[in-house]
């Protein structure tokens, strides 16, 4: 369905997703006249238009440096307010009639999940769900049975097409950008299988800790805050066969199919570790197991990746922060200049974007004396400032495009893969702050080890 937005109705407009990162995106959308309805914003608040104003400003100022005063007054113009508590049905008849009669509405729910139930079932009890999108923020459901039962609870008011799951590493563009690099070049397709790949690696790795969000963190964990969501989703993008198109169900076959085809996790092929003095964090359990960290190995049992192992790493307080792939190629069949490393591809996703092909040339002088070099790329140096994450999030979710949202069937599979390892009830081992994780995990991917990810330039 992609009939555009008349009005945005963003629900926790007062909250830290809103200030930090929904603020600031709707501006830069108003800068590039992609915003050009009214915003209602809705929150349990004693605040008026006049205050949300000022909180948009400060918001926006915050996230960016240079606003242009006349952008930031047009998305001000444009916002109103909407007080009232979501259980309390006269929250839902006042925005009624904030809404033009007949206008197609999407609502953004940037609220706890527990709240999704009660604010679809008061905007059905007065008539706004009809012509209508729910966009709804991660986490989708705790594990497989509570997202099905979440589903079932949206689908009496919404058919899947009016429900868009944000992941908002789909809206990353070098996560989007994985399907023009593999599909719209002969360079990479070829080499991307059983036949010329050995492992993969991906990195997911941040150098901060779980700050303020110890409450939050401490009923996630790794597994379930970026491992089930957005890694899932963007091994799928790596992996996926080309898809019929690029229409947004095709792609969503393409990655529901590998999803598929990803084997359920074993636990003895998992390492789970926690930063030292996470314990300590405010809101976090004195008898927590949750992860911080978590390695695994991913196994997918289709035709292009048999016997091809994906190792996983994602986790807080580490060296760096990155979003990192690296296909290790297979070496040629006889090494004919003595020891070789085998070339290496690396998509850097985040930080840096770009690429890195990783070959062996000859070193000047006597002797075919084989050195690496690195052959990169990097894309903003090359193509301009990339939008953020929820720019284009909000860009589709107004236009109606599904394609950077996550499809049910693709949530259910993520959930049946990581089933096994959620909530496990041992203590995760504990590594130092600033290192790569416990050292068990060093040996995840054989005794080699992971791939060494330098900064890009370096
Ligand atoms: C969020 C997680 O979904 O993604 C955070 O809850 C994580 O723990 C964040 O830090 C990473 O997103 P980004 O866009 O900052 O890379």
Known sequence: MSTPADVLVLFGVTGDLARKKILPALYRLTERGELTVPVVGVALTDWDDEKLRGHVADSVHAAIPDVDAAVLGRLQAATHLVAGDYADPGTFAALAKAVPDGAFAVHYLAVPPSLFGTVADGLAAVGLAERARLVVEKPFGHDLASAEALDAL???????????????????EPVEDLLVLRFANTLLEPLWSRQWIDRIEITMAEDFDVADRGSFYDAVGTVRDVVQNHLLQVMAYLLMDAPLSDAADDQRDAKHALLRAVRTLDPAE????????????????????????????????NWRWSGVPVHLRAGKELPVTVLDVVAVLKPPPRPLFGVERPDRIRLRLQAGAGVTFTLLAKRPGAGDV?????????????????????????????????????????????WRIVGPILDAADEPLEYARGSWGPAPAAAVPG????????????
């Open 447 to 458: 005794p080699q080890g992971w791939v060494e990810l330098p900064p890009p330039g370096a």
């Open 370 to 414: 084989p050195v690496e070099i690195p052959v990169a790329a990097d894309f903003r140096q090359v193509l301009g400032a990339m939008h953020e994450p929820y720019e284009r999030i909000f860009a589709d979710a107004l236009a109606g495009d599904p394609a950077h949202f996550a499809r049910m069937d693709t949530i259910e599979e993520a």
């Open 270 to 301: 998992v390492v789970r570790g926690r930063y030292a003095g996470y314990l300590d964090t405010l809101g976090v359990a004195a008898d927590s197991t949750t992860e911080t960290y978590v390695a695994a190995t991913f196994h997918v049992d």
């Open 154 to 172: 949206l689908a009496t008011h919404y058919s899947e097409d009016q429900l868009f799951r944000v992941d908002h590493f789909l809206g990353k």
